[in-house]
């Protein structure tokens, strides 16, 4: 099949990403999304891997124990009618992902804030970043994440003006083999379904190392591939938007 030039994935260093000094959307438009390897040092990501399995007592289950949350997220409470959970249950999200990770919600967001040169807070009355828990040897583990965009956590209006909106993805602890992020040249264009054809679009997986950032548009078409061996797949999702109305970016889980 022909790979259009546009199914690359970019990749630069967090040092050449500084306020100013590069007009990262750009990159990103060019790009089915930018990879930053060593955002965090080895050291640190299984610093953090060992505090995510302290904080086992507070893991959300969702999809039955497919997969785990630290912090909750916003699409497994929606796709599982848990909307009223997620709400009353935001501060506690946070103050267990602070108590846990402390630093990593604030992290996450200056990242976000250096890399679109504007203002990145948390969405008020929502959970702040957190982590996926994807355990070795269970269903997702063989059969891979669903293929999906991130237009959850927008709104209609914000969908319909294509209003800008990014997530981020920090590998803390990449799994023994597999476990890639699949990512489509297909945009979301109005509905959730995925034709045949959208699927044989060129695409690239980006093989996450430990301590990896990822940045994708939320409208890019992304599926987690399966993965093999003993250790879980753990990464920190941040979603960021646009609001248009506060002049910032909005940042949840
Ligand atoms: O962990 C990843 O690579 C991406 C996960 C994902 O697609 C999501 O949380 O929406
Ligand atoms: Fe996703």
Redesign the pocket.
């Known amino acids: 099949m022909a790979v259009s030039p546009r199914a690359t994935v970019a990749e630069r260093s967090w040092e050449s990403l500084r306020p100013g000094t590069s007009d990262f959307l750009s990159v990103l438009d060019a790009h089915l999304g930018v990879r930053i390897p060593g955002f965090l040092p080895p050291s640190e990501c299984a610093a953090l891997a060992r505090r995510v399995y302290a904080g086992r007592p507070f893991w959300i289950s969702d999809f039955g124990g497919v997969q785990f949350t630290l912090g909750r997220?916003w699409?497994t409470h929606l796709e599982q009618d848990r909307e009223d959970e997620y709400f009353a249950n935001a501060r506690t999200s946070d103050a267990v992902v602070e108590r846990m990770l402390p630093g990593l919600q604030s992290r996450l967001c200056e990242a976000i804030s250096t890399l679109v040169g504007a203002p990145a807070v948390k969405r008020e009355g929502w959970c702040g970043p957190g982590v996926?828990i994807f355990p070795a040897g269970e269903w997702l583990s063989h059969n891979g994440?669903d293929v999906?965009f991130?237009n959850e956590g927008l709104s209609d209006e914000q969908c319909a003006r294509r209003s800008r909106a990014l997530?981020l993805?920090l590998m803390l602890q990449p799994p023994e083999s597999g476990g890639a992020?699949r990512l489509w040249d297909v945009t979301f264009a109005g509905t959730d379904d995925v034709s045949e054809r959208e699927l044989q679009s060129p695409r690239a997986e980006v093989d996450?190392q430990v301590g990896e950032l990822?940045v994708l548009d939320s409208y890019r078409l992304?599926q987690?591939q399966p993965f093999t061996g003993t250790r879980d797949r753990i990464?920190a999702?941040a979603h960021a938007a646009w609001d248009e109305s506060g002049s910032c970016w909005e940042v949840w889980f």
């Open positions: 997220a699409y996926h994440g999906h991130d997530t993805v992020l996450y990822l992304h987690i990464s999702t």
